[in-house]
């Protein structure tokens, strides 16, 4: 009879244990084909909207037929700048308005959602901030394109997995893989996007997630290779070279890109503040901006835009070292405006230019070889030092110069200035201009999943409704009745209408005479309001002393509960536990 019960039981933990697997490997299964899927559409879309924005902004701002100029005196101002880049922030503007948008998304944004434990990107934030990216880029706004498409990618993942019909999947995993898949299609650069997506947005490593993203950025780098409609916009060609030859130049490169990539970051985040002070509405900001580049375009018109063929030209051909140096200082400035004031873009392709006019900058120094063919070698390691601080991302930089010049050497000389201005900025600004968004945001997102999902835990989600509840007029000998057959050592003295009296221990009450229970409730007792987080009850706790903390709405003074240090324990292991299974599985 035993061994039929134990049979019995072995046959329904089998069933049960196959039933777990097979939901396992479905969800798995439908993870990596969602994954695909989105790999293939955030890549359609990107390579649409690059040739587009390119496009239209050549047609506008490289048309020999289309030519507008003034002459005051001995200078020729070129006015289709002026004439372009104004009406285009007036688009921005009106966009943002009928949106009814305070700002606009990007990359920050991404990256919490993928921390946040709803995981849910604004479409209409999203959507609306890829339009305004591409109206801003073709227009001449001093801006990147490849935030635009990260967030666009995310967006378009969390939307897909939002869908009735979708199985349940992790979402920080499908968001990684719209990311993933922006920077594969966008850069031409497969194994950068699998590992930009883990380093930025996810920062986390599992197989689950690897296999994920790696579908993905290779789905978009297919289609991207098969549809055809760009071609990766910075390809170069690898020369030999000795590496005893630039050791010194590449040691100057890492604390100045550190400067460069600093002054960037700290400019954009300045002047973000700016329209807030003056009073300015967020949707008229973007007009501003639309006439700074409107104003420098007409005498400057090469930091204008993307700046790719100026930035390739400044790579392949030596420069004056004057012309150079208003290069680099005139699209920091244009391009921090550009962003503080919602004319909006990416940062990472004007972090590319600045990082490029750097090393050629640097190349001229007298102390440096004078071989003309070693500029690329600067000029690339420059590059990727200065993006590499600005999103963050070191290993992704080192692994983008490889991909994009087919180059180990030119890999390894990047190394060492992205090292140096990696450690510099993260000690004196921050891991990278994203989590520093978020950071005057109030979202402490460099303290990881566990700090965040804890100041997300309101404790009203954890109140204990059981508890001793007293009357004023209660007697002292029917109080400590109470408290003993409720078996707990305090009490809370709550009014006919709910509002919370005071709280009182059995302690206090033994060998008193009868007197009124008001009299006798504890002196400054900790009260939490129930919209306060976890992390704050915790700090509270460390400090406290007794069986449990009355939960007061400390607008109305309505006794809403109690929560004692076991819960908050339990509340906080039951996090890290979820934490855990997102990380390691």
Known sequence: MTTDKNYVVICVELKMFKKINIKALTDSLALLFIAAVVGTIVSFV??????????????????????????IGSVSLNLVPLLICVPSSILVALLMYSLKLTRWFGPADTIYAAHHRAGILDLKGGFGSTLASFISISGGASVGIYGPLVHFGATVSSFIRRQKYIPKIPH??????????????????????????HETVLRHFSMKAVAALAISSMAANFSATEIGIVSPPLLLSAIPFEMSDILLSLSIIGPLAAVTAISFMKLILILGTIPAKLNIKSWQAPI?????????????????GLGTEVLMSVITSQQILSYLIVLLIGKLILTSICIGFGFFGGTFSPALFLGGVLGAIVFQLPITSTNPELMSVLAVSAMAAVSSSVIGAPITAIILVLELTSSYEYAIAATFPIVVCSFITSRTFGNSLFDKQLITRGVAITKGREQIRLNEAIIKNYVDYNYTRLNSKNSVKSAIKLLIKSKTTEGYIVSNDNNYIGKISLMSLIGKKETNLVDLVEIKPLIIDPNSNLIYVIKKLSKFVGESIPIVDKKTNQMIGIISENDVLQAYLDISEEINLIEKH
């Open 46 to 71: 990107a390579q649409i909207f690059i040739i587009s924005a390119k496009n239209i902004y050549d047609f506008i701002f490289n048309n020999p037929d289309f030519h507008l100029s003034i002459d």
């Open 172 to 197: 920080d995993i499908i968001i990684g893989s719209g990311v993933a898949a922006a920077i594969s299609a966008g850069f031409g650069a497969p194994l950068a996007g699998i590992i930009f997506a």
């Open 288 to 304: 501003i901006a639309g006439f700074a580049c409107g104003l420098c375009g007409m005498i400057f018109s090469e930091i204008l």
